[in-house]
């Protein structure tokens, strides 16, 4: 019950009584990588459009651009 309560505190094994693959941090998930990066990048291009010269009379035609969806089927495109 005592040990219980250390746990829930916070408090750790020493390390020396962990068995030896214990003793290196966790590996980092690469799902939580890419969802983080992924959150970056959405954040970036929401700032970067609002900055853009086409966002002040594209924001009075439809707030939400660019969608998601907008997105998708323009990236495929040529400027040609």
Same mark, same amino acid.
């Given at each position: 019950?005592?040990?219980?309560?250390?746990?829930?505190?916070?408090?750790?094994?020493?390390?020396?009584?962990?068995?030896?693959?214990?003793?290196?941090?966790?590996?980092? $998930? *690469?799902? &939580?990588? =890419?969802?983080?990066?992924?959150?970056?990048?959405? %954040?970036?291009?929401?700032?970067?459009?609002?900055?853009?010269?086409?966002?002040?009379?594209?924001?009075?035609?439809?707030? $939400? *651009?660019? &969608?998601? =969806?907008?997105?998708?089927?323009?990236?495929?495109? %040529?400027?040609?």
């Amino acid at each position: 019950d005592e040990i219980d309560k250390e746990a829930a505190t916070g408090s750790s094994s020493r390390k020396a009584d962990l068995p030896p693959f214990l003793h290196s941090p966790l590996p980092v $998930s *690469l799902a &939580s990588t =890419k969802q983080h990066l992924s959150a970056q990048i959405k %954040t970036q291009r929401h700032a970067d459009w609002t900055k853009s010269k086409r966002y002040a009379h594209l924001k009075t035609i439809d707030p $939400s *651009l660019p &969608s998601r =969806k907008f997105v998708k089927l323009t990236t495929t495109l %040529t400027r040609a």
